[in-house]
């Protein structure tokens, strides 16, 4: 059973999903495969993880890093091929305020144990997949030319992010 929420942010209204074992779904409202792996039944609730990751928004929409906080973690319940969740991983890793290329991502896999073939347009694809937005920090991949590329929320709310985290979007490569 899936248990949902919202939570208001500055950038616009976010659907929390999770279920008994963690958070399964963290999606701005009108995102690009928003809500796609939530279950037609659930219910409208407050778990535990679900509260904490309310704290966790709170935090990180005060413009701090919400990893870097004494609070208890939000544990995650992802969704995803095991490349997929490789990916994911990954992309928990890179801190608040900085940034890393698909490309970067590729090679981090590729040192799990996925093929050295694992391109960025498959890192790509994953990162579009991720349904735990800000957590599962999508959001800070930037393209190997150090240009903003895709972000299923779009770029302006990818900017914004990136923005609220200290990076200036406007150099990159500079801020890495």
């Known amino acids: 059973m ?7 942010s500055p950038l616009g209204k976010i659907l929390i999903a999770a279920d008994e074992i ?19 039944d659930y219910r409208i609730g407050d778990l535990p993880v679900l509260k ?11 413009g701090k890093d919400p990893n870097k906080k004494p609070l208890k ?33 590729a090679k981090k896999v590729a040192e799990q144990g996925y093929s050295s073939d694992a391109a960025a347009r498959a890192v790509g694809n994953a990162v579009a997949h991720n349904s735990i937005s800000l957590i599962v920090p999508c959001h800070r991949i930037i393209g190997s030319d150090g240009k903003l590329r895709g972000y299923s929320g779009g770029l302006d709310l ?10 200036d979007c406007d150099n990159l490569r500079n801020n890495r």
């Open 22 to 40: 963690g958070l399964t779904g963290l999606w701005f409202e009108g995102q690009k495969y928003f809500a796609y792996t939530f279950e037609s």
């Open 73 to 105: 973690r939000v544990l995650n319940h992802l969704y995803g091929t095991p490349f997929q969740v490789a990916v994911w991983m990954s992309i928990m890793k890179i801190p608040y305020g900085t940034t890393a290329t698909y490309g970067e991502i």
């Open 158 to 167: 990818k900017k914004k992010l990136l923005e609220s985290e200290g990076i």
């Open 52 to 62: 904490a990751a309310k704290r966790w928004l709170d935090i990180y929409f005060s």
């Open 2 to 8: 899936q248990y949902a929420t919202y939570y208001n």
